[in-house]
């Protein structure tokens, strides 16, 4: 970390603005590649910061606060923006907050300026997208909107840098002077009873957060009228502050006053009338935006638009990143083997080669789909078409509980849920976030595609190379469409019964702006890529190679005498022992995941699996395809994958000690019901842990999926026995 | 006023935002339903007198997009309902 972002005496500067502003093109464009990314103490919200260099103050520490359109709040994530701006506790207090304003939409732009004045914060005001103005109709007086609002106004446009010396030097200015930039209230209370409502909330705000500034306390006493009430999430309230709060309410309400209505139209009305000072309008043309619009979002070839662009972004994820995930896994069974060749055969060996090099090869195998879709999503929102997604999309995701912009991760989730799980970002609310999250790994991912083919291929054979139009062929194609649909539909109930019983939380309104459509900046959309494949590889990824370490162990300990040098290591688990086939299996049988596998037997057989299977489902816990070369191993034929012929052969062979058949159409159908709702992945949970700081959710994602998993499959096959099936 | 919606009886000069056709003007008249989502309209300036245009609605996605203060936002339908306008 930089020396100037641990300093105590280091300046700090806010960046605020409504959301589609260009915050954080601004914070990217003043800081370069100098950025760190956090999280707010207690909530998943990222949170960036960087070093700043400012003539006459050194470095100074540049933060984003979460884009809003006020600083009263009702949800915990909307309270961070008034922390981060008020310096509340635990955040520390900006010592100049830089306000970005759309210049196209500068009143509305401006009420949130207002209200950071109000708190007697230093101000310097970004006017960005000043080049768009003309555009619109509209001129903007840069200089007379700085003489009423008493603070630094400095048009800008941050994309293509125009502007950033000279509101560098004003940051610099009111950081070395802050009455530049902290003028008066703008607006007075005409309403005595306002007033007084304000003097007594006042009297209750904790010392530590007014810090015995009298126009502070003023602020904030607004703050907690047009905020506080019996249905916010706000945490560590006084009780005392609510008391008033509704107090005040409830006598508002009683003599017909509208204590919110006047609070925001004092600072609209105080707007309005200073508007023609510096702001011209004249009628504008249809923008670019509405003829753009009239296509996409037109209700019959909009809707063709939006599945065309998701096929491609789906397309592009499922089989686009293919060559590049194969190449990764070749490199690493070869670095494996490699290094395991080179070494004295052994414990280490097998440590090195099974397991940690395995173990960064299936974090690192992640990152192609990462990017990629980090790459779509950055172009989605920086042209301002993921608000349209969520407009075309909101009646029937709303109607699962799920926002409008969980359409693309939980599309994602049909690739692999781990970058899907990333992308839940995309949503504001943690409630969003998590719903989405919860949903997105009983999507059919392409993890399960192997397992499906081994099994399918057992529940109707049909000889390869199989004729293309025989029946055999169509059905398989018919029974894989129909896991597909399977999951869907599942995940989508389970979104439905989890919104509303575990994730119950208050509705929220549904206010989504919809921006004009933007040439996306392609350093921020490189850069967010960067981002999240970083923190995915740090945070995430020293979990799951500590799971890959730790599933080795579970599969090769016990060690039996005899040992060999390994010849192929695709993955951990992959070619589980390194020894030759009935010893690998032998050993793989003897170790303590396949004595797991035999002790959870009762809990399986219920579902039709025998011991055997049980290894496999342990294994497969490393990644679902996993299960495929495991039962392989546990059957001496190391090495086959699912078009293998002699491992399906040995399916259809495979008996029950009494001599029944054991892959049975119903015990095949089983098991892909289990694989379909069980959370067999151990990146997935760890992915899940990195988002939500925490093992609570990981854990009751696990659970509910394996129960789920577990009620369905037995209800598959023990109602079709009942049905006479075999 | 349409029939099914006279359960709730207007003010001849009201109607609900829904009911403007595309491209239609109103001024605005009063927010009903709950303080998180008036509050949240009246600080996006959609305050009692000021204009509102609908631009357009999405029948599948099932909201409106309205016009107010050069801004474009989106409103769910069944939000919409709870917003009264005059023509």
Same mark, same amino acid.
């Given at each position: 970390m930089t020396s100037a972002l641990t300093k105590a005496t280091t300046k700090r500067v806010a960046i605020a603005g409504n959301p589609n502003t260009g915050k954080t093109t601004l914070f990217n464009q003043l800081t370069g590649a100098r950025g760190k990314v956090g999280n707010y103490p207690g909530v998943t919200v990222e949170r960036h910061f960087a070093a700043l260099e400012l003539e006459g103050h050194g470095e100074v520490m540049l933060m984003d606060v979460p884009g809003t359109y006020s600083l009263s709040a009702c949800s915990s994530e909307e309270q961070l923006a008034i922390q981060a701006v008020a310096g509340l506790h635990p955040l520390e207090r900006p010592d100049l907050v830089v306000c970005v304003v759309d210049s196209t939409q500068c009143i509305r732009n401006l009420y949130l300026v207002l209200q950071v004045i109000e708190l007697g914060l230093p101000v310097v005001v970004a006017l960005n997208m000043s080049d768009r103005l003309a555009g619109t109709g509209q001129t903007l007086d840069a200089e007379a909107l700085a003489r009423e609002l008493g603070a630094p106004c400095v048009p800008i446009v941050a994309s293509k840098e125009h502007g950033l010396t000279e509101l560098k030097k004003e940051m610099a200015r009111v950081l070395a002077d802050p009455r530049r930039g902290r003028p008066d209230w703008r607006w007075a209370p005409e309403d005595p009873l306002l007033a007084a409502d304000m003097r007594a909330v006042a009297k209750e705000l904790p010392a530590e957060w007014t810090g015995g500034d009298e126009r502070r306390e003023r602020a904030l006493a607004l703050w907690a009228l047009l905020s506080v009430d019996e249905t916010d999430e706000l945490a560590k309230l006084p009780g005392g502050l609510r008391a008033v709060v509704a107090r005040k309410r409830k006598l508002a309400e009683a003599s017909k006053r509208n204590l919110d209505e006047e609070i925001i139209r004092a600072r609209y009305d105080w707007l309005d009338a200073r508007a023609k000072l510096f702001l011209k309008e004249s009628a504008a043309s249809a923008s670019l935006t509405d003829r753009i619009d009239r296509v996409l979002l037109h209700p019959a070839l909009g809707f063709a638009i939006f599945l065309a662009l998701m096929t491609v972004v789906f397309q592009a994820l499922f089989a686009g990143a293919d060559p590049v995930i194969g190449w990764i896994e070749s490199f690493f069974a070869w670095l494996g083997s490699t290094v395991a060749s080179a070494l004295p055969a052994g414990l280490f060996a097998d440590l090195v080669a099974k397991g940690l090099i395995a173990g960064v090869g299936s974090v690192l195998v992640f990152l192609p789909q990462i990017l990629l879709l980090f790459l779509f999503i950055g172009i989605l929102e920086d042209t301002g078409y993921m608000a349209r997604v969520a407009f075309l999309m909101d009646r029937v995701m709303k109607a699962l509980g799920l926002h409008g912009r969980a359409f693309v991760p939980m599309l994602s989730g049909y690739a692999c849920a781990v970058p899907a799980i990333l992308a839940t970002r995309t949503m504001e609310r943690q409630r969003d976030r998590l719903l989405t999250m919860l949903v997105v790994p009983l999507m059919t991912c392409s993890a399960r595609l192997p397992v499906y083919g081994l099994l399918i291929a057992a529940i109707v054979p049909c000889r390869? $190379?199989? $004729?293309? !139009?025989g029946t055999g062929r169509s059905t398989q194609g018919l029974l894989l469409a129909g896991m597909y649909l399977f999951s869907t539909v599942i995940a989508l109930l389970a979104a439905a019964v989890l919104g509303r019983t &575990?994730?119950?939380?208050p509705r929220v309104p549904f206010l989504l702006e919809m921006p004009p459509y933007r040439v996306p900046h392609w350093a921020s959309v490189v850069r967010m890529m960067w981002e999240k494949s970083n923190v995915f590889v740090k945070e995430a990824g020293t979990v799951i190679l500590t799971c890959t370490v730790a599933m080795w162990v579970l599969l090769s300990f016990p060690r039996q005498a005899v040992h060999t040098t390994p010849t192929e290591i695709p993955s951990a688990i992959r070619s589980v022992a390194a020894v030759s086939q009935s010893e690998a299996s032998a050993a793989l049988q003897q170790s303590y995941g396949g004595r797991l596998g035999h002790a959870i037997e009762p809990a399986l057989a219920p579902l039709g699996f025998d011991w055997k299977i049980g290894i496999g489902l342990i294994g497969a816990f #490393? #990644?679902? !395809? &996993?299960f495929v070369s495991t039962m392989a191993v546990v059957y001496g034929l190391e090495g086959a994958d699912e078009s293998s012929l002699a491992l399906r052969e040995r399916l259809r062979t495979e008996t029950r000690p009494d001599g029944?058949?054991?892959?049975t159409p119903l015990v095949c159908l089983s098991l892909m019901i289990f694989f379909a709702l069980s959370c067999q992945c151990m990146s997935t949970l760890a992915v899940v842990k990195r988002e939500t700081r925490s093992w609570r959710w990981p854990s009751f994602l696990f659970a509910y999926m394996t129960v789920l998993a577990w009620v369905a499959s037995f209800a598959v096959y023990q109602g079709g026995r009942l049905l006479g099936f075999e | 006023m349409r029939e099914r919606r006279t359960a709730c009886p207007l003010h001849t000069l009201m109607v609900r935002l829904i009911d403007l056709s595309d491209g239609q003007e109103g001024r605005l008249v009063r927010l009903e339903g709950e303080r998180a989502f008036r509050r949240r309209l009246m600080e996006l300036g959609l305050l009692p007198g000021t204009t509102v245009r609908v631009v357009r609605r999405a029948e599948i996605g099932g909201v409106l997009e309205l016009e107010v203060r050069r801004a474009r936002l989106t409103v769910r339908t069944s939000e919409a309902c709870l917003v009264l306008v005059a023509p």
């Amino acid at each position: 970390m930089t020396s100037a972002l641990t300093k105590a005496t280091t300046k700090r500067v806010a960046i605020a603005g409504n959301p589609n502003t260009g915050k954080t093109t601004l914070f990217n464009q003043l800081t370069g590649a100098r950025g760190k990314v956090g999280n707010y103490p207690g909530v998943t919200v990222e949170r960036h910061f960087a070093a700043l260099e400012l003539e006459g103050h050194g470095e100074v520490m540049l933060m984003d606060v979460p884009g809003t359109y006020s600083l009263s709040a009702c949800s915990s994530e909307e309270q961070l923006a008034i922390q981060a701006v008020a310096g509340l506790h635990p955040l520390e207090r900006p010592d100049l907050v830089v306000c970005v304003v759309d210049s196209t939409q500068c009143i509305r732009n401006l009420y949130l300026v207002l209200q950071v004045i109000e708190l007697g914060l230093p101000v310097v005001v970004a006017l960005n997208m000043s080049d768009r103005l003309a555009g619109t109709g509209q001129t903007l007086d840069a200089e007379a909107l700085a003489r009423e609002l008493g603070a630094p106004c400095v048009p800008i446009v941050a994309s293509k840098e125009h502007g950033l010396t000279e509101l560098k030097k004003e940051m610099a200015r009111v950081l070395a002077d802050p009455r530049r930039g902290r003028p008066d209230w703008r607006w007075a209370p005409e309403d005595p009873l306002l007033a007084a409502d304000m003097r007594a909330v006042a009297k209750e705000l904790p010392a530590e957060w007014t810090g015995g500034d009298e126009r502070r306390e003023r602020a904030l006493a607004l703050w907690a009228l047009l905020s506080v009430d019996e249905t916010d999430e706000l945490a560590k309230l006084p009780g005392g502050l609510r008391a008033v709060v509704a107090r005040k309410r409830k006598l508002a309400e009683a003599s017909k006053r509208n204590l919110d209505e006047e609070i925001i139209r004092a600072r609209y009305d105080w707007l309005d009338a200073r508007a023609k000072l510096f702001l011209k309008e004249s009628a504008a043309s249809a923008s670019l935006t509405d003829r753009i619009d009239r296509v996409l979002l037109h209700p019959a070839l909009g809707f063709a638009i939006f599945l065309a662009l998701m096929t491609v972004v789906f397309q592009a994820l499922f089989a686009g990143a293919d060559p590049v995930i194969g190449w990764i896994e070749s490199f690493f069974a070869w670095l494996g083997s490699t290094v395991a060749s080179a070494l004295p055969a052994g414990l280490f060996a097998d440590l090195v080669a099974k397991g940690l090099i395995a173990g960064v090869g299936s974090v690192l195998v992640f990152l192609p789909q990462i990017l990629l879709l980090f790459l779509f999503i950055g172009i989605l929102e920086d042209t301002g078409y993921m608000a349209r997604v969520a407009f075309l999309m909101d009646r029937v995701m709303k109607a699962l509980g799920l926002h409008g912009r969980a359409f693309v991760p939980m599309l994602s989730g049909y690739a692999c849920a781990v970058p899907a799980i990333l992308a839940t970002r995309t949503m504001e609310r943690q409630r969003d976030r998590l719903l989405t999250m919860l949903v997105v790994p009983l999507m059919t991912c392409s993890a399960r595609l192997p397992v499906y083919g081994l099994l399918i291929a057992a529940i109707v054979p049909c000889r390869d $190379p199989c $004729p293309s !139009e025989g029946t055999g062929r169509s059905t398989q194609g018919l029974l894989l469409a129909g896991m597909y649909l399977f999951s869907t539909v599942i995940a989508l109930l389970a979104a439905a019964v989890l919104g509303r019983t &575990v994730l119950k939380g208050p509705r929220v309104p549904f206010l989504l702006e919809m921006p004009p459509y933007r040439v996306p900046h392609w350093a921020s959309v490189v850069r967010m890529m960067w981002e999240k494949s970083n923190v995915f590889v740090k945070e995430a990824g020293t979990v799951i190679l500590t799971c890959t370490v730790a599933m080795w162990v579970l599969l090769s300990f016990p060690r039996q005498a005899v040992h060999t040098t390994p010849t192929e290591i695709p993955s951990a688990i992959r070619s589980v022992a390194a020894v030759s086939q009935s010893e690998a299996s032998a050993a793989l049988q003897q170790s303590y995941g396949g004595r797991l596998g035999h002790a959870i037997e009762p809990a399986l057989a219920p579902l039709g699996f025998d011991w055997k299977i049980g290894i496999g489902l342990i294994g497969a816990f #490393a #990644a679902r !395809e &996993v299960f495929v070369s495991t039962m392989a191993v546990v059957y001496g034929l190391e090495g086959a994958d699912e078009s293998s012929l002699a491992l399906r052969e040995r399916l259809r062979t495979e008996t029950r000690p009494d001599g029944s058949k054991l892959y049975t159409p119903l015990v095949c159908l089983s098991l892909m019901i289990f694989f379909a709702l069980s959370c067999q992945c151990m990146s997935t949970l760890a992915v899940v842990k990195r988002e939500t700081r925490s093992w609570r959710w990981p854990s009751f994602l696990f659970a509910y999926m394996t129960v789920l998993a577990w009620v369905a499959s037995f209800a598959v096959y023990q109602g079709g026995r009942l049905l006479g099936f075999e | 006023m349409r029939e099914r919606r006279t359960a709730c009886p207007l003010h001849t000069l009201m109607v609900r935002l829904i009911d403007l056709s595309d491209g239609q003007e109103g001024r605005l008249v009063r927010l009903e339903g709950e303080r998180a989502f008036r509050r949240r309209l009246m600080e996006l300036g959609l305050l009692p007198g000021t204009t509102v245009r609908v631009v357009r609605r999405a029948e599948i996605g099932g909201v409106l997009e309205l016009e107010v203060r050069r801004a474009r936002l989106t409103v769910r339908t069944s939000e919409a309902c709870l917003v009264l306008v005059a023509p």
